[in-house]
Every structure is written in structure tokens, then in C-alpha cells.
């Protein structure tokens, strides 16, 4: 068993902002929003609620996604911070409940290649957009893409100790199964409306910090 792992979510944690929801707001047409909000009520799966907006992208290409990708930023301070995990052996995992699509070609803008991704796949088959979801459960409350739950506890087999950092409602549910929890926006509020113990954060600088008093 190693000593302990980092689990950080992907869309307002290592992005500056959610890819695929700021995706969706810029291209999709029709009552998209009825479809986020079906999902945020609980009516529809997050896997659902992906195909279905998806649908509502006239044009969908990989010309129309890099231009996209293009808008998209990382928290300034990530790249420093996966330098100084990566010095000292500490495992990294991004577990998504959106796109490795997207997740891998925002993240090699910045020159980060190689990452452990656990995330919905999709992919461009004879110009479709076709998804797949390898990391879901049929155990999943919430009927995720990628079951964050069913992730973690597959990673107490390997590690003694996860540090989770979130900050909305797909870190919702894991929220209370790492032993040492990062969150901001939804998920700190979440948190504290729950009495779940949190550091808050607004960098992965901070993150940084905690490491290098802890470790």
C-alpha cells in the first residue's frame, strides 16, 4: 500500500472555468438549459444530460472543439503544482465526470501530457460524436458517467490516504470519503451546509502549501 494519492476533479478545479458546460452555453441551440436543469433536478443521468446537449451542437466537428479549446485556461498555478507532486513521487489522478476529449487537449496546451485520467471517453467516429463511459457503476446514486465514489474506493485498495479537491456538484457525493477534502464555489458551500470538515482554497498554491507542511 502506498502512503496516499491526490484526487482532483477537472471542470473549475484544475479549468478556470467548466469546459463543457461554457461549450454547451456557446454552441448549442434549442432548450438546452431544460436539459441542465432536468439533470441538476435529479430527472436525467449526467450521461444523458452530456448526449443530449451534445445533440444540440449544429456542426459539431473537431475544428469547431480546437477552436473552443482555445478559449480555455488552467488555474496559473497548476503546472507548478504538478512539477512539485511529480519531484516528490506523489501520484496525481483527474477523475471527471466530463470529457477526456476535452480534458486531454486543454491540458496539453500547457505541455501536460501523460496525466492519469479518469473520465467519460468520447470520441469522433465518421464525423459523430460518439461517448462511451468505462468508469460508471450500476451502484451510483447520483447514475453517474463516471461513478467518482466507485473511483475513490478502488483507490483505498492501492493507497492509504486520498486528498480529494472539488468544487461543484459531481464532488458532491465523495465529498465525505477522502480523508483530507480542497473545495471552493458549490462544494465548500455544500460542505458547510452538511458540517463536512474542508480546507478551503482558491489555488492549487495553496494546495501546495498544505503539502509541503504535511509531507
Known amino acids: 500500500m502506498k502512503k496516499f494519492c491526490i484526487v482532483s476533479d477537472f471542470d473549475g478545479t484544475i479549468t478556470d472555468r467548466d469546459g463543457l458546460y461554457a461549450f454547451i452555453q456557446n454552441y448549442a441551440k434549442g432548450d438546452w438549459e431544460k436539459v441542465e ?9 449526467s450521461k444523458e444530460c452530456l448526449i443530449e446537449e451534445f445533440k444540440l451542437v449544429p456542426n459539431l466537428s473537431e475544428k469547431l472543439i480546437e477552436e473552443f479549446i482555445k478559449t480555455m485556461n488552467i488555474d496559473e498555478t497548476f503546472s507548478d503544482f504538478y512539477q512539485f507532486i511529480h519531484e516528490k513521487n506523489i501520484d496525481l489522478y483527474i477523475v471527471s465526470d466530463g470529457v477526456d ?13 501523460n496525466l492519469k485520467i479518469i473520465s467519460n471517453h468520447g470520441e469522433f467516429k465518421n464525423g459523430i460524436f460518439e461517448w462511451s463511459f468505462p468508469n460508471d457503476s450500476k451502484n ?5 458517467g463516471t461513478c467518482k465514489c466507485e473511483v475513490l474506493k478502488n483507490l483505498y485498495k492501492e493507497y492509504n490516504e486520498i486528498w480529494y479537491i472539488g468544487d461543484g456538484v459531481s464532488d458532491y457525493c465523495v465529498a465525505d470519503k477522502a480523508d483530507i477534502l480542497f473545495a471552493k464555489k458549490r462544494l465548500a458551500k455544500y460542505c458547510e451546509e452538511k458540517k463536512i470538515k474542508f480546507f478551503e482554497y482558491e489555488s492549487f498554491k495553496d494546495i501546495k502549501e498544505k503539502l509541503i507542511k504535511s509531507t
Open 37 to 45: 436543469q432536468d439533470w441538476t433536478d435529479g430527472k436525467i443521468s
Open 101 to 113: 476529449y476535452f480534458i486531454d487537449k486543454i491540458l496539453g496546451k500547457y505541455g501536460l501530457n
Open 140 to 144: 451510483c446514486i447520483n447514475n453517474a
